[in-house]
């Protein structure tokens, strides 16, 4: 499995969950390992994916994206406050055509557009040029994105007990 960290100028900054919460090492509490990735700031993880897409040949501009997860944590239906908010923002300002599953968000708001969730699909995964993961939902089947999916970006390391034979998984 590839494995990336902090390349490419990758920056990383507060988490957003930490600071809705209360709570994280900064403040005391206990940071949740499911909450690390959402320290990563949305340019960053714009960056990185497009990097991904230029590894494989592709540019950002015009790309495929699939949004996986846009709750603001696993499994619950608020998604106020989610990072996924600006990395799609960032992603279609760069020209990418965005799409987004989520199972507890059914309709998501992105500068005032309504977008309705797809189900992540073999066949929506295939045709995807790259599936980010950014929610980590235990409802996802991740073998299943990883079998169909052409490249995905793990910024929840939500893949790291799955095998990868093809190397298409880039972590955050």
Known sequence: MRTNRGTRGFSVAASLHDQRDGGGAE???AA????????????GVVRRATDILNDRGRPL???KVLVLGVAYKRDVSDARESPAIEVIKLL?????VVEYADPHVPVFTVNDE????VEPTPKRLAACDLAIIITDHRAFDYAAIIEHAPAIFDTRNAT????D????VTKL
């Open 27 to 29: 403040a005391g509490g």
């Open 32 to 43: 949740d390992e499911h909450d690390a990735a959402a320290g990563a700031d949305a340019a």
């Open 61 to 63: 501009k015009g790309a």
């Open 92 to 96: 279609r300002g760069k020209g990418a």
């Open 114 to 117: 309504e977008l309705r969730a």
């Open 160 to 163: 790291k007990n799955l095998d």
């Open 165 to 168: 034979p093809d190397n298409k």
